[in-house]
């Protein structure tokens, strides 16, 4: 068939080098997009049929764009499993020359980023080992690396630092090879050269994943972390909206949008996490926010994105020009559809926060039945809060037998004043004190969400081995029944006297009126409480204990939060990667179009995430059993 040929023709001749991107391969085009703002300089490179028509054919046959013609396209089913390093089909050395070269230098072999660990790397070296062990839990530290990720967990633990030159270190379930793209054309090139070549492909911003998406064993990763543009469009217009907007690139992050909210005046729908792919992954999969009360969910400010999608082609994509991929894009989740290289996203006034943080806990004077009446007592304002607009991080942690503790992590009352906070807060703080449970609130008012944010929300811990978290997402009817509240409150207390941390959301995320509508979980629309828990193993633990452990969570601790809520879902960002029927958990009503929508635009089955839509049609064959992406890709 035609792709053998391709792969095993007579490539080994000597090649000459026609051009690369930073020459011939990339054309320079018309500055304005269909989006009606200005492309971004790295957007104005990009790949065409006359640039590679530059390269001769013995070349370019690597980097052809995708056809729709349905005679001639090889499907998923038709290529079987992906390749991997080794294989026959696995591009040659000098296959990856040529590549590198047509990137201009781009390519970077993945060395693990604890390899300085480990003798058997040439990298070993005890300081930078002590450094990266040192710096482990700091988010930062995977957002700056091409191929790694923060849950370490889901690329299968392959190597690992801190381990004083003992054990091993192997690329595990790291991409093979990661693109450090800058601009579109190089995007393009990766896409092409995976989708001819039977790669994986993974697409790798930060690395926040929590279901090992932006990871996988020998794939080819590209690499958006240095898309950094960023622009403030002051009166933007599209058929829905005219305002203030803001265009990213797809690597910025949280701290940088919110920066630029500052100096600008205006409020940005971004997560609370410092270091998270505002646009990408983030938005892609919904994205709650401090603003979420009051705006609704990131996905749902999105106006007009660029993408490259599986065929190579650069598009722009908005309500007008491509109204389903319009749709599926906002919420359907990442590394599904295409590769967004910008977005651009309606932005709001600049508004006041107050911001307050407290605690209480069990204690010689508060019984274990008293803090959970407090928490109970709490949980019944759940719909008054969200409703006044504001956002609640708050933990309830098992502390030892018979011991709790309710940390307020922040409230963040959105356009309230201390006094308006106050007013809102008095009920439940009155049960507290008829309770006998004294508190002392810490709360300030910023004149301005990034303040609030900035103080309320610390720099992400990540990287751990041996916790596993899960979700779901709580509607409104189980705090406003009460028989049904009753349950649900049952069910919580049973969760955290079984010894399991809760971490909650109180919030809610309309769609705002007027808003085009989009893929985002239908779940979250009526939801007052995204709820998340975890479990945890000794650092020693087998692979087949770990596993038990996590079938355990997932029937014995979760089975009863979905029993509370049938209907509804969890997160698919921030959700457990063995949930039941994913399709319906993270996706709803809406799996059906977006599974459709998968096979028009992705036919090759180029692009593939665990738990993303039509995931199921696939099989990752972890070398460890556990549900991670340390093995082969392979069509089921
Ligand atoms: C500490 C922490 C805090 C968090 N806080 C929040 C929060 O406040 N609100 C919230 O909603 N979520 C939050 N999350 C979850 C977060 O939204 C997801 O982890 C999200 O996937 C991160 O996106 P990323 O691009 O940064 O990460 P990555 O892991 O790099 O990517 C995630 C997924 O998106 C895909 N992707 C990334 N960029 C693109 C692109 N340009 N085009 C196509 N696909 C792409 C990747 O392939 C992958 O499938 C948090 C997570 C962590 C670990
Ligand atoms: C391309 O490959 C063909 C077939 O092997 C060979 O005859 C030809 O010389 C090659 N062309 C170039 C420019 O290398
Ligand atoms: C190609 O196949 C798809 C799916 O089977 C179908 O929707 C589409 O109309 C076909 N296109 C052409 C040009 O035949
Ligand atoms: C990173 O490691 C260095 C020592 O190698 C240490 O001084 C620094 O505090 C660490 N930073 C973080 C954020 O852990
Ligand atoms: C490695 O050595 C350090 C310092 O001696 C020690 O604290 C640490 O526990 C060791 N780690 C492992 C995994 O053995
Ligand atoms: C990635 O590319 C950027 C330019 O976009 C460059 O500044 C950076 O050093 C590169 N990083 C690596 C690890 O190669
Ligand atoms: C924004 O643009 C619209 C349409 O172009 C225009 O009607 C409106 O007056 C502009 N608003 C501001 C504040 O410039
Ligand atoms: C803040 O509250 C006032 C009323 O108190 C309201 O008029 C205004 O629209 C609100 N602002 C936001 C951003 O919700
Ligand atoms: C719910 O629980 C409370 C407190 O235990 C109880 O007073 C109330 O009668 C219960 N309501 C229903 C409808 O079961
Ligand atoms: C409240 O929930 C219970 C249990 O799910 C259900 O039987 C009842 O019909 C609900 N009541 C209302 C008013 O919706």
């Known amino acids: 068939m035609a792709l053998r040929n391709l792969l095993t023709g007579s490539l080994l001749g000597a090649f000459t080098l026609a051009g690369s991107v930073n020459g011939l391969l990339a054309d320079e085009v018309p500055t304005t997009s269909d989006a009606g703002v200005p492309y971004f300089p790295s957007e104005t490179l990009q790949l065409t049929d006359q640039a590679l028509a530059s390269l001769d054919k013995n070349q370019s046959k690597y980097f052809d764009f995708g056809t729709s013609d349905n005679s001639t396209l090889v499907t998923r089913s038709q290529l079987g499993c992906k390749s991997l390093p080794g294989d026959f089909f696995w591009p040659a050395e000098f296959v990856w020359s040529l590549f590198d070269f047509v990137l201009g230098g781009a390519l970077i072999k993945t060395v693990p980023l604890a390899a300085s660990c480990y003798p058997s790397w040439s990298e070993y070296d005890a300081n930078e080992c002590d450094f990266v062990t040192k710096n482990w839990t700091n988010s930062n530290l995977h957002a700056a690396d091409s191929a790694s990720v923060m849950w370490p967990l889901f690329e299968g633990r392959s190597c690992l630092p801190n381990v004083n030159g003992t ?29 001819i070549s039977n790669l994986r492909l993974v697409v790798k911003n930060t690395g926040h994943d929590f279901n090992g998406k932006s990871t996988g064993a020998g794939a080819l990763g590209i690499w958006t972390h240095n898309m950094k543009e960023l622009d403030y469009i002051p009166n933007y217009s599209s058929s829905s909206y005219s305002g203030p907007a803001v265009k990213m690139g797809a690597g910025v992050q949280a701290s940088e949008i919110y920066a630029m909210a500052n100096k600008f005046g205006f409020t940005a729908v971004g997560g609370e996490g410092k270091t998270v792919g505002v646009a990408g992954g983030y938005f892609l ?155 002392s609130a810490d709360s300030k008012y910023y004149d301005n969400f990034y303040g609030a944010w900035d103080a309320g929300f610390p720099l992400e811990v990540v990287g751990s081995t041996t916790l596993l978290t899960g979700s779901r997402l709580f509607p409104r009817a189980n705090f406003e029944n009460e028989t049904l509240f009753n349950t649900t409150f049952d069910t919580l207390r049973s969760t955290l006297t079984s010894g399991h941390a809760l971490l909650a959301f109180n919030m809610k995320a ?127």
């Open 510 to 636: 309309e769609l705002p009126a007027g808003y085009p509508s989009d893929a985002a979980n239908p779940a979250f629309r009526n939801a007052l409480m995204h709820a998340i828990t975890s479990t945890s193993w000794d650092a020693t633990a087998t692979d087949a204990e770990i596993l038990t452990k996590m079938e355990e969570f997932n029937n014995d601790v979760l089975g009863p939060w979905r029993k509370t809520c049938p209907e509804s879902g969890a997160y698919m960002s921030e959700a457990l990667i063995l949930e039941p029927n994913f399709q319906q958990a993270f996706y709803g009503s809406n799996y059906d179009r977006l599974y459709q929508l998968k096979q028009r635009y992705d036919p090759y089955g180029l692009f593939y995430a665990p738990t993303g839509v039509g995931s199921e049609n696939w099989q990752v064959k972890s070398v460890d059993g556990l549900p991670d992406q340390n093995g082969r890709l392979c069509p089921v």
């Open 167 to 195: 054990g091993e270190c192997t690329l595990g379930g790291y991409s093979s090879y990661a693109v450090n793209v800058s601009n579109v054309a190089q995007i393009q090139l990766a896409v092409n050269f995976a989708r």
């Open 285 to 439: 999969g919904g994205g709650h926010s401090p603003m979420s009360s009051i705006y609704g969910l990131a996905a749902d400010q999105v106006l007009a994105m660029e993408v490259v999608l599986a065929n190579g082609r650069f598009v722009t994509v908005t309500e007008q020009s491509d109204p389903d991929l319009f749709w599926a894009l906002r919420g359907g989740g990442g590394g599904t559809f295409g590769i967004v290289t910008s977005v651009i996203s309606r932005v709001h006034p600049k508004v006041g926060v107050t911001l307050s943080k407290f605690s209480f806990a069990t204690g010689p004077t508060v019984s274990v039945d008293a803090f959970f009446e407090g928490v109970r007592s709490y949980m019944t304002r759940f719909p008054a809060h969200a409703d006044a607009g504001t956002y609640a991080y708050f933990w309830v942690l098992p502390t030892g037998a018979d011991k709790f503790t309710f940390l307020m992590n922040p409230f963040f009352a959105v356009n309230h004043t201390v006094d308006q906070f106050n007013a809102l807060v008095k009920p439940w703080f009155d049960d507290l004190k008829a309770l006998g449970i004294e508190i």
